[in-house]
């Protein structure tokens, strides 16, 4: 099973859901797939273990440093109407007209229009792009005509949200490739504070999370994630020391497939921990789409 069919709608909530749909690799190498997860998915034990770390002291403390350091990257931005915001720059040196400087001056519900650029490329040489309002909108020329590429740095879109939290980003017509971050979760796109990610017509590709906790090498969604003609491909989830959740999309609220595939993602932990009560257990790689 390479991923989820197209002209499919899929919402997954439990557990047992990604199981059933896992595309992924466990400590010992044994490919989790549709037809083999009875023996091969780990134990009832592991749910349990499985909310813990990704909701314990640690995981929450990284992940508001994690946030407290985005909104340290923010500017004073004067309050006006949302309207839509030209990139007129392909460059990533923080002058006028590139996406770094459009985005740092963005409002809550603004439209970052990318899509009257002639490059292919946007390449990130200062770090992923911080995203400091509630909700906004990335619109490209199409996925096959430009990339913000993360070169392997940072995660490519951090969206931190503002201060009421819980809100979307939204993506169409772009492709966003080679994320990487560690200790925590989304290489490609990673949102905070209950923050959501819906994509149209994009795809999120090559992009890794590493590290303790990691999670969603694609995507990491504190939220909810919708995929509409955008498919997930190769990203990867390689913990370090508990388990890799979600190669390419990791969702704590609901996930949403439509017309879309998550295809050719890893998830894997490198070995075991030592757990409550002494108790030592197998790290796993879990789910090439984990919601």
């Given at each position: 099973?390479?991923?989820?069919a197209?002209?499919?709608?899929?919402?997954?909530?439990?557990l047992s859901?990604?199981?059933?749909?896992a595309?992924?690799?466990?400590?010992?190498?044994?490919?989790?797939?549709?037809?083999?997860?009875?023996?091969?998915?780990?134990?009832?034990?592991?749910?349990?273990?499985?909310?813990?770390?990704?909701?314990?002291?640690?995981?929450?403390?990284?992940?508001q440093?994690?946030?407290?350091?985005?909104?340290?990257?923010?500017?004073?931005?004067?309050?006006?109407?949302?309207?839509?915001?030209?990139?007129?720059?392909?460059a990533?040196?923080?002058?006028?007209?590139?996406?770094?400087?459009v985005?740092?001056?963005?409002?809550?519900?603004?439209?970052?229009?990318?899509?009257?650029?002639?490059?292919?490329?946007?390449?990130?040489?200062?770090?992923?792009?911080?995203?400091?309002?509630?909700?906004l909108?990335m619109v490209?020329?199409g996925?096959?005509k430009?990339?913000?590429?993360?070169?392997?740095?940072?995660?490519?879109?951090?969206?931190?949200?503002?201060?009421?939290?819980?809100?979307?980003l939204?993506?169409?017509?772009?492709?966003?490739a080679?994320?990487?971050y560690?200790?925590?979760?989304?290489?490609?796109?990673?949102?905070?504070?209950?923050?959501?990610?819906?994509?149209?017509?994009?795809v999120v590709?090559?992009?890794?999370s590493t590290?303790?906790?990691?999670?969603?090498?694609?995507?990491?969604?504190?939220?909810?994630?919708?995929?509409?003609?955008?498919p997930?491909?190769?990203?990867?989830a390689?913990?370090?020391?508990?388990?890799?959740?979600?190669?390419?999309v990791?969702?704590?609220?609901?996930l949403?497939?439509?017309?879309?595939?998550?295809?050719?993602?890893?998830?894997k932990?490198?070995?075991s921990?030592?757990?409550?009560?002494?108790?030592?257990?197998?790290?796993?790689?879990?789910?090439?789409?984990?919601?």
């Amino acid at each position: 099973m390479n991923g989820f069919a197209n002209n499919t709608r899929l919402r997954l909530k439990p557990l047992s859901a990604c199981l059933a749909l896992a595309l992924c690799v466990s400590t010992s190498s044994t490919a989790l797939t549709a037809a083999q997860p009875a023996h091969a998915a780990p134990g009832a034990g592991f749910a349990a273990r499985h909310t813990i770390q990704r909701t314990g002291e640690g995981f929450l403390r990284m992940q508001q440093e994690r946030l407290k350091r985005g909104w340290l990257q923010a500017r004073a931005v004067a309050k006006r109407p949302a309207t839509t915001l030209p990139v007129t720059s392909c460059a990533d040196d923080g002058s006028g007209g590139t996406l770094r400087e459009v985005v740092a001056g963005a409002v809550d519900g603004d439209t970052v229009d990318l899509s009257a650029l002639t490059c292919s490329t946007i390449p990130l040489a200062q770090g992923g792009i911080a995203i400091n309002v509630d909700n906004l909108s990335m619109v490209g020329p199409g996925a096959d005509k430009l990339t913000i590429d993360g070169g392997g740095m940072d995660t490519v879109l951090n969206f931190f949200g503002g201060s009421g939290g819980g809100g979307t980003l939204q993506i169409s017509g772009l492709t966003v490739a080679n994320g990487f971050y560690e200790d925590f979760g989304g290489g490609g796109i990673w949102t905070g504070q209950g923050g959501s990610v819906e994509l149209t017509n994009s795809v999120v590709t090559n992009s890794t999370s590493t590290g303790m906790y990691a999670s969603g090498g694609g995507i990491f969604a504190a939220g909810n994630v919708t995929l509409v003609n955008s498919p997930v491909s190769n990203n990867t989830a390689s913990s370090s020391k508990y388990d890799g959740i979600g190669g390419g999309v990791y969702a704590k609220g609901d996930l949403t497939v439509v017309n879309s595939t998550i295809s050719g993602n890893t998830a894997k932990a490198d070995g075991s921990y030592v757990g409550y009560y002494g108790y030592t257990y197998d790290g796993y790689g879990l789910g090439g789409g984990r919601a």
